[in-house]
C-alpha cells in the first residue's frame, strides 16, 4: 500500500490534514499517527485498521499496482457529461457611460469597425427564444436557468431591458421557460431611476451593483465620460431607490491597491450604514490587462483580506460570492470542474445577434460563431460553440494535475489567461493562487470548527 499520488499533506501545530486533490476528503491526524503511518508505508508493516480503511475509502492509500489515472479520467468524464446550457448573457449594449481605469472589457483588441451598438427589439426576442429552445433540449430540467441582462451598461438601452423582462413574462406565461427562471442586471448604478426599481420589483429582476468602495476609492477607478455628480454618489443613490422597492442588489465590488491598504475602513464600509443591508457581495480580483499596472505583492494582498471579509461577513450573516463559491465546493465535495460557463454553460449573445461563449470578447466578436439570424439545428449550434472549449479545465491540462487544489480551481478566466500569455487555454495564474491559499485555508478553519464543535 502507499499513499495516492492525489493525496496532499498539510501541517500546522502538530497536526497533519491528508488531503486527496480530486475528491476534497480530508483526514486529520495527528503528527506522531502521521510518522506511524510513514513508517509503517515505507517498510511495508501492518498499518492501523481503522485507519487503513478510511485513507482507502477516502482514496488517500491504494495498492502499490494501482493505475489512479483511472480516478482522474472518471471524475472528469463525469463532470464534463454534466454540462448542460442553463445560462444566457444578454449584451443589450457594448457601449459604457465610465471608463473605469481597469476594465477588462477594454483589454482585448477590437475589430477596427467596431462602434457600439444596442440590441434591438427583434434581436432581444430572438435571443430569447433561442435560449428557451437550446436549454429546452440540452439544458438540466432540475436546475435554475439564469438570465443575465449585461453591458457595458445596459440601462443606455433602457428599452431593451423592458422588452427583455416583457419577453421572459410572457415566455414563462405560456410555457416556453419554466416560471422559475431568474433574472438579473448587471449595472454600474449610474442610470438607476425609480420607474427602473419598480419594474425590478415586480417582475423579481436581481440587480447587481458595481462598488469599489469607500467615495474616493470609487472614484479613482469608476470614472464617468462626461462631467458631472461623482459615481460614488450615484450608486449610493441607486442602492437606496432600489432598497426602497424591495429589489435584491447585490454588490460587485473590484479589489483595487487602494482598497487593500485600506482594508479595516473598506471592510467598515460594507457591513455598516446603507451597504450593510445587500443581500450579498462579490470580492473580485483584478483581471490581467496590458495598460493597468498594480504591485507585484497585489495578489498576497488582496487574498489575505478577501479571506478575512469572509469570516467577517460570515459573522453577520452576509454571503460572500468569491470565497463561498470554493468553500462550497469543499464543504459539499463537488469538485469545480470550470471557473466560467465557456465550457458548455452559457449562450452569449452580442447586441448585433452573433452567439458566442464569453462575454469578455464582444467588442472584437471574438468567439462568436453564429448569429440569432441564422438558421441552425441546435446540436450543429452548441457543437461550433463550445468543441475547442469543453477541456478547458484543469482536469484536462497536465501541468495542473499535481496541484492540490485541482479539484478546487476552476481554472479560472480564459479570456485574462489569453491576454497574459497570448492562449485562452493557458492558465490564468490568479486562479492558481487565488485556489490554493483559499483551500489551504478552508482546510485548516474546517479543523478548527470541528474542534469547537466535536
Known amino acids: 500500500m502507499r499513499l495516492s499520488k492525489w493525496s496532499h499533506v498539510f501541517e500546522r501545530e502538530g497536526t497533519i490534514a491528508i488531503l486527496n486533490s480530486l475528491t476534497m476528503d480530508v483526514a486529520y491526524l495527528g503528527k506522531s499517527d502521521y510518522a506511524l503511518l510513514v513508517s509503517a508505508i515505507g517498510d511495508s508493516s501492518p498499518i492501523d485498521p481503522s485507519l487503513s480503511t478510511v485513507l482507502r475509502e477516502q482514496g488517500m492509500m491504494v495498492e502499490d499496482s494501482a493505475d489512479e489515472d483511472v480516478a482522474l479520467r472518471s471524475l472528469r468524464d463525469r463532470l464534463k457529461s454534466e454540462l448542460t446550457v442553463d445560462l444566457l448573457y444578454l449584451l443589450l449594449t457594448d457601449a459604457c457611460n465610465l471608463r473605469c481605469r481597469y476594465c477588462f472589457e477594454d483589454a482585448p483588441d477590437r475589430s477596427e469597425n467596431f462602434r457600439p451598438q444596442q440590441m434591438t427589439d427583434e434581436t432581444i426576442v430572438r435571443s430569447i427564444d433561442l435560449f428557451a429552445a437550446v436549454t429546452s433540449r440540452f439544458g438540466n430540467h432540475d436546475k435554475r436557468k439564469i438570465i443575465h441582462l449585461y453591458g457595458g451598461e445596459p440601462l443606455l438601452n433602457k428599452a431593451g431591458v423592458r422588452r427583455s423582462i416583457e419577453t421572459v413574462r410572457s415566455l414563462k406565461t405560456n410555457g416556453g421557460l419554466p416560471t422559475d427562471v431568474a433574472m438579473t442586471i448587471v449595472t454600474n448604478g449610474t442610470k438607476v431611476t425609480q420607474e427602473d426599481a419598480a419594474l425590478f420589483a415586480e417582475n423579481g429582476v436581481t440587480v447587481g451593483l458595481s462598488l469599489d468602495g469607500p467615495p474616493d476609492i470609487t472614484d479613482l477607478y ?143 466578436r471574438k468567439y462568436f460563431p453564429c448569429s440569432v439570424y441564422e438558421p441552425v439545428d441546435h446540436a450543429v449550434l452548441i457543437e461550433s460553440l463550445f468543441a475547442g472549449w469543453r477541456d478547458r479545465s484543469p482536469f484536462y491540462m497536465g501541468q495542473c494535475h499535481g496541484c492540490f487544489a485541482l479539484g478546487i480551481c476552476g481554472g479560472g478566466c480564459p479570456a485574462s489567461a489569453e491576454q497574459k500569455t497570448g492562449l485562452a487555454t493557458n492558465i490564468d495564474e490568479r486562479a492558481c493562487f487565488h485556489s490554493k491559499q483559499i483551500l489551504e485555508w478552508l482546510i485548516w478553519d474546517a479543523y478548527a470548527q470541528s474542534c469547537a464543535n466535536p
Open 222 to 364: 469608476r470614472i464617468r465620460r462626461k462631467s458631472g455628480v461623482p459615481v460614488s454618489e450615484l450608486v449610493a443613490k441607486a442602492f437606496d431607490i432600489l432598497k426602497k422597492n424591495g429589489v435584491k442588489v447585490g454588490l460587485s465590488v473590484t479589489m483595487t491597491p487602494e482598497a487593500i491598504e485600506r482594508f479595516d475602513e473598506f471592510l467598515e464600509f460594507f457591513t455598516k450604514g446603507r451597504f450593510g443591508a445587500a443581500d450579498g457581495i462579490s470580492l473580485n480580483l483584478l483581471h490581467y490587462t496590458p495598460h493597468v499596472r498594480f504591485p507585484d505583492d497585489y495578489y498576497t494582498k488582496a487574498l489575505a483580506c478577501q479571506i478575512k471579509a469572509f469570516q467577517r461577513f460570515r459573522e453577520i450573516g452576509m454571503y460572500e460570492e468569491r470565497v463561498m463559491r470554493k468553500a462550497r465546493a469543499f464543504a459539499d465535495q463537488q469538485p469545480i470542474y470550470a471557473d466560467c460557463g465557456i465550457v458548455g454553460n452559457q449562450l452569449v449573445i452580442a447586441p448585433d445577434g452573433l452567439v458566442g461563449v464569453c462575454q469578455d470578447y464582444v467588442k472584437p
